[in-house]
């Protein structure tokens, strides 16, 4: 399993063609993979991901930053009287946890909840009371649902049994 490389790239071998020599991992690799049919970058790559000591780490659902649980925890709740909306979803946060933000602060978290795949969005009918503009509404996809839950037992479970250090009784 060689590769033929053009000349000027620095790997050549006794024959005058010019290949690409292995590397120690590579041969490693081989020695224990002979057969395998996979490309050896392919399979070195397919074998880091097997061995990754990051793989204990992954979770199901992405890590939520705390503002981002805040706007889809808005989004959740205002979802179930169709007024999920910007200005009211940054009303609700206000309302419950005394942050002020800016609306951009919310636009800006909404779009990136969007890409990410746990909001959809839509836009509204006109309404005289916005002088005939459009309203964006939003709902939460199943993916922010999960993650949303992954964050609640995530913290929930950190702060079972501080409660009364919290002074919380």
Same mark, same amino acid.
């Given at each position: 399993?060689?590769?033929?490389?053009?000349?000027?790239?620095?790997?050549?071998?006794?024959?005058?063609?010019?290949?690409?020599?292995?590397?120690?991992? #590579?041969?490693?690799? *081989?020695?224990?993979?002979? +057969?395998?049919? /996979?490309?050896?970058? =392919?399979?070195?790559? $397919?074998?880091?991901?097997?061995?990754?000591?990051?793989?204990?780490?992954?979770?199901?659902?992405?890590?939520?930053?705390?503002? #981002?649980?805040?706007? *889809?925890?808005?989004?959740? +709740?205002?979802? /179930?009287?169709?007024? =999920?909306?910007?200005? $009211?979803?940054?009303?609700?946060?206000?309302?419950?946890?005394?942050?002020?933000?800016?609306?951009?602060?919310?636009?800006?978290?909404?779009?990136?909840?969007?890409?990410?795949?746990?909001?959809?969005?839509?836009?509204?009918?006109?309404?005289?009371?916005?002088?005939?503009?459009?309203?964006?509404?939003?709902?939460?996809?199943?993916?922010?649902?999960?993650?949303?839950?992954?964050?609640?037992?995530?913290?929930?479970?950190?702060?079972?049994?501080?409660?009364?250090?919290?002074?919380?009784?």
């Amino acid at each position: 399993m060689t590769q033929t490389f053009r000349a000027g790239t620095g790997f050549a071998n006794g024959s005058g063609a010019l290949t690409r020599s292995r590397s120690l991992p #590579e041969r490693a690799i *081989l020695k224990h993979y002979p +057969r395998a049919n /996979l490309g050896l970058p =392919a399979l070195i790559q $397919a074998l880091a991901v097997v061995i990754s000591p990051t793989m204990w780490f992954r979770s199901k659902a992405p890590v939520l930053g705390d503002f #981002e649980q805040l706007v *889809l925890l808005g989004v959740l +709740r205002l979802e /179930l009287q169709d007024s =999920a909306y910007g200005a $009211a979803i940054r009303q609700e946060i206000h309302g419950r946890s005394g942050r002020d933000v800016s609306i951009n602060a919310v636009y800006t978290t909404l779009d990136r909840l969007e890409n990410k795949g746990f909001l959809k969005s839509w836009v509204g009918d006109p309404t005289p009371q916005r002088g005939g503009r459009r309203r964006k509404f939003y709902a939460l996809r199943p993916a922010g649902v999960a993650a949303l839950r992954q964050a609640y037992r995530a913290f929930t479970a950190m702060a079972d049994g501080l409660q009364s250090r919290l002074e919380l009784k």
